[in-house]
């Protein structure tokens, strides 16, 4: 018999930057593949509700995962868990936000919300399901072991009392308080429940890189906070059907939000203040940060 040829086998590595709407769909994508592949083997409604949260998002999460990750040299393939992990974690946060007990939406993403669609039951249980399926992808997220718990720790802290569920919690305080938040406390409150997990995913690959410090963590903290900036601005000049959520409710149960406390227009000029300053942030990185650069940007252009 003769002998077999022998064939190295080596996987190619692709860092090269793309430009921002495909980064995002690209990122989009990767993180709903990771999600469903862990979900493949189940049946039923808890796993049909996991896919049904997760599915229709920008992928703004995944995609800050995956492209700090590309500028510390690691690529999709490595850093694609850490995205399917953070848009778990981000869709349980929704589905748990929208119950009658929260939120108590109707819509989300222009379709019925978990709730609605199923019931209570099941969107809470979907809701924990997600959650613990974002620390799974974590574990297999392609860096060195301490940089992996370095990764399951720090997104524990965002999503946390000390970050996502700490600030959800001084929001619903905030909606019976006898006197309105101020401007210090509204943006404590925001840097919680909307930034932590913004700026968790603009860190992800220094922290792959084992580092600790980096310009991307001010970057995330000022993206997190324009984020919502940009959110209290679509609630009241954004359209329901275009935006795919209810609109004007803030308004309605009279929250104070960066509109209320700085105007229309001044909401907007902190906004792009804090993507300029984010932006500046970036310069150690030269061209290669282009394309976050243009996330900055979107984020306060959007308009869902």
Not at 214 to 235: R, T
Request: hydrophobic fraction near 45%; glycine fraction near 8%; charged fraction near 25%.
């Amino acid at each position: 018999m003769p002998d077999l040829p022998h064939f190295n086998v080596e996987r190619i590595v692709d860092l090269t930057r793309k430009p921002f709407v495909e980064a995002l769909a690209n990122a989009a994508e990767s993180a709903r593949w990771q999600i469903e592949h862990s979900l493949s083997q189940l049946n039923g409604p808890i796993p049909d509700a996991m896919k049904y949260a997760t599915a229709g998002g920008k992928g703004l999460r995944a995609f800050l995962a995956m492209e700090s990750a590309r500028l510390h040299g690691f690529d999709s393939v490595r850093s694609g868990a850490a995205a399917g992990a953070i848009e778990a974690l981000h869709a349980y946060s929704l589905v748990h936000d929208d119950l009658p007990c929260m939120d108590d939406d109707d819509l989300r993403r222009g379709q019925p919300t978990v709730h609605r669609k199923w019931d209570e039951a099941t969107a809470v249980l979907a809701g924990d399901a997600l959650q613990a399926l974002a620390f799974q992808l974590i574990a297999q997220v392609g860096c060195p072991v301490e940089a992996r718990l370095n990764l399951s720790a720090t997104l524990a802290i965002a999503a946390g009392a000390h970050g996502m569920v700490g600030g959800q919690a001084l929001d619903i305080a905030a909606e019976t308080a006898d006197v309105p938040l101020n401007l210090d406390e509204i943006t404590a409150l925001q840097a919680g429940k909307t930034g932590a997990l913004i700026r968790w995913s603009a860190m992800v690959g220094p922290r792959m890189a084992g580092l600790h410090h980096d310009p991307l963590d001010v970057y995330g903290e000022c993206l997190g906070l324009a984020f919502q900036i940009a959110d209290d601005v679509l609630d009241v000049e954004g359209d329901a059907a275009e935006v795919g959520k209810a609109v004007g409710k803030d308004a309605d149960a009279g929250k104070a939000t960066f509109v209320t406390l700085l105007g229309l227009q001044g909401a907007k000029t902190r906004a792009a203040e804090l993507v300029a300053e984010a932006c500046d942030r970036l310069s150690c990185y030269g061209d290669e940060a282009d394309t976050l650069k243009e996330a900055a940007r979107f984020v306060i252009a959007r308009r869902k």
